[in-house]
């Protein structure tokens, strides 16, 4: 499995915007499916966004909605989940995923781009919490 290091939670106030960053190496960054999903507490795992990395092709989930974006950044192989106007509910843990690597079919590399069990590698997490 690859190796997936987020970074950028912490305890933050609600109605600011939060930038998560998920970084792995070229071989897996490279060419592939890579997503965002997060844990509520006592929820199960849900996937917020996806992107093809190999032409930026992005994938939103219908819940939550509208305040995240998915980024990529080729030069530090480094996949970032933004998060605007944050409330309590975002209080989350966030993980990043990736697919297997070295996928050149396009968008079609992220079918069923929210589905846990179409990741192979996934990251330790990084808690957000939400708080006045």
């Known amino acids: 499995q690859a190796q997936l290091v987020e970074s950028g939670g912490g305890s933050v106030q609600p109605g600011g915007p939060l930038t998560l960053s998920c970084a792995t190496s070229a071989t897996t960054f490279n060419y592939n499916c890579m997503a965002w999903f997060r844990q509520l507490p006592g929820k199960e795992r849900e996937g917020i966004a996806a992107?093809?990395?190999?032409?930026?092709?992005?994938f939103y989930g219908d819940s939550p909605k509208g305040r995240f974006t998915i980024s990529q950044d080729n030069s530090k192989n480094t996949v970032y989940l933004q998060i605007n106007n944050l409330n309590s509910g975002d209080t989350a843990k966030y993980y990043c995923?990736?697919?297997?690597?070295?996928?050149?079919?396009?968008?079609?590399?992220?079918?069923?781009?929210?589905?846990?069990?179409?990741?192979?590698?996934w990251g330790r997490g990084t808690q957000v919490t939400v708080s006045s």
């Open positions: 992107i093809y990395t190999g032409g930026a092709v992005t």
């Open positions: 995923a990736a697919r297997r690597e070295g996928c050149y079919s396009g968008s079609w590399c992220c079918d069923r781009p929210l589905a846990t069990n179409e990741y192979r590698s």
